[in-house]
């Protein structure tokens, strides 16, 4: 998944810039969170969490703290991040070099929406960033699916039936067990929740006593010896509960 953060005192800039880079992702269906912060203060409050950024835009001129100052600082914190100043002055582009910022935005440019395009088609070549995908042997053919489209594998009896958020078809099904995809599944995201269910803790909106609720409010059982695992796994996952 990926996780931008946009720090900008302009708020009426900062909608605008999250509503642009929203549109990019979910054009080129990337699995993404964006974090918003209105000034360099409050970004820098969240110390190590920093580095949990892959991508950090930056306005330059902010109050308190302006943009430079807060890349020197987010430095100290993480050397992978990748920076982006976003700011309605030419004058600081040499100084973004020394933070190593990979792109300087004007906000005023006309076509900023292609800026921004672009910004990010370097930064992810750069990122080697791949979309995760996975053959399966359904019994309605070899499939190609995208693990971020699984919503949560079913078994029943000897077979799974993994429940997809996109297609036509959107149950595929095959004979094999749980625990034969259970562990590799478990690195992107996954969290066996019961004997009988694999949930792609993407889609899970909370957790309560003995059951998960996903976000289409459908709501799935956990077995009560897992259910501190999960929760754990949730919290992990989410930041927060």
């Known amino acids: 998944m990926l996780k931008i953060a946009i720090c900008d005192d302009d708020e009426y800039f ?11 992702l979910e054009k080129n ?8 912060y209105t000034s360099g203060k409050k970004l820098l409050e969240e110390k190590e969490k920093i580095t949990e950024y892959q991508i950090i835009f930056l ?9 430079m100052k807060t890349a020197e ?25 020394k933070v190593e910022a990979v792109r300087y935005l004007l906000k005023d440019d006309k076509c900023f929406n292609e800026a921004i395009i672009e910004c990010f088609e370097t930064i992810l070549n750069k990122m080697n960033y791949r979309e995760k995908k996975q053959f399966f042997e359904f019994q309605e053919g070899e499939k190609e699916i995208s693990l971020k489209d699984i919503i949560y594998i079913e078994s029943d009896l000897h077979k799974l039936i993994f429940h997809l958020t996109k297609g ?21 995201g996954f969290c066996r929740i019961h004997q009988s269910f694999l ?33 754990s796994e949730f919290i992990y996952y989410r930041g927060s509960m």
């Open 14 to 24: 900062l909608k605008k810039e999250r509503a642009l880079i929203k549109k990019y």
């Open 29 to 36: 269906e990337y699995d993404y969170e964006i974090f918003t």
């Open 59 to 67: 306005d330059i001129n902010m109050e308190e703290i302006d943009g």
């Open 73 to 97: 600082v987010i430095r100290k914190y993480s050397i992978d991040t990748y920076l982006v100043f976003v700011t309605a002055f030419i004058t600081y582009a040499i100084e973004g070099y």
């Open 168 to 188: 036509k078809i959107r149950k595929y099904t095959m004979y094999a067990k749980l625990n034969s995809i259970n562990e590799s599944l478990k690195e992107c």
């Open 199 to 231: 949930v792609n803790l993407k889609y899970v909106e909370k957790v309560e006593r003995y059951k998960v609720e996903l976000w289409n409010k459908k709501t799935l059982n956990i077995a009560k010896k897992r259910y501190s695992e999960v929760k």
